[in-house]
Nanobody, 114 residues
Framework: VQLQASGGGSVQPGGSLRLSCAASGSIFSIHDMGWYRQAPGKQRELVAVITGGGSAVNADPVKDRFTISRDNAKNTCYLQMNSLKPEDTAVYYC?????????WGKGTQVTVSS
């Protein structure tokens, strides 16, 4: 099983980016999928998580700006990030609980700067 994250990049404050995380391999069940981020010198923190049934939770710093969603048919999770701020700059990691095991994707860099 692998998680492939994509969609990071550089954007100006107020801009938008959409991250994608696709799971592949021998998948029987995917429960929670989510996004975490780690800024330089800081610990990794939860950004948003979505259950298999579609219930989503966003961390307070990104509420009303970020939206997590998933396409179960494609085994893919998305993070739509709007109104980006410089403090959103971090490496973003995809996480999924697949077949009873925690998996992490390689990080994708998001840089918000003018």
């Amino acid at each position: 099983v692998q998680l492939q994250a994509s969609g990071g990049g550089s954007v100006q404050p107020g801009g938008s980016l959409r991250l994608s995380c696709a799971a592949s391999g021998s998948i029987f069940s995917i429960h929670d999928m989510g996004w975490y981020r780690q800024a330089p010198g800081k610990q990794r923190e939860l950004v948003a998580v979505i259950t298999g049934g579609g219930s989503a939770v966003n961390a307070d710093p990104v509420k009303d700006r970020f939206t997590i969603s998933r396409d179960n048919a494609k085994n893919t999770c998305y993070l739509q990030m709007n109104s980006l701020k410089p403090e959103d700059t971090a490496v973003y990691y995809c996480h999924a609980f697949i077949n009873g095991i925690n998996y992490w994707g390689k990080g994708t860099q998001v840089t918000v700067s003018s």
